[in-house]
Nanobody, 117 residues
Framework: QVQLVESGGGLVQAGGSLRLSCAASGSIIMINTMNWYRQAPGKQRELVATITSGGTTNYADSVKGRFTISRDNAKNTVYLQMNSLKPEDTAVYYC???????????WGQGTRVTVSS
């Protein structure tokens, strides 16, 4: 059974930084595609960042140059380093794992990020 547990959210002032973590169990993240999504109040969930099994990363235009996705294979954990945070980054952030092998699509419970102006 795959389980994803996010942590690291909180309240931060504009211009500040946070690092989100997503610890996976029951899967091997290095062979799967890992994503960070976010959902702001009243808005649809949007893809923020992706890291593939080959290590390729992609970002939404709104976070390019400010956010960095990475993974620690030994800890089976993926991270989202968020710098220069803006009030519009306020959302619940979700970790997602997609397996090309099993077809599995797994989600964490989310961690809330609030950026004050």
């Amino acid at each position: 059974q795959v389980q994803l547990v996010e942590s690291g959210g909180g309240l931060v002032q504009a211009g500040g930084s946070l690092r989100l973590s997503c610890a996976a169990s029951g899967s091997i993240i290095m062979i799967n595609t890992m994503n960070w999504y976010r959902q702001a109040p009243g808005k649809q969930r949007e893809l923020v960042a992706t890291i593939t099994s080959g290590g390729t990363t992609n970002y939404a235009d709104s976070v390019k140059g400010r956010f960095t996705i990475s993974r620690d294979n030994a800890k089976n954990t993926v991270y989202l380093q968020m710098n220069s945070l803006k009030p519009e980054d306020t959302a619940v952030y979700y970790c997602n794992e997609r397996s090309a092998y099993s077809g599995g699509d797994y989600w964490g419970q989310g961690t809330r990020v609030t950026v004050s102006s």
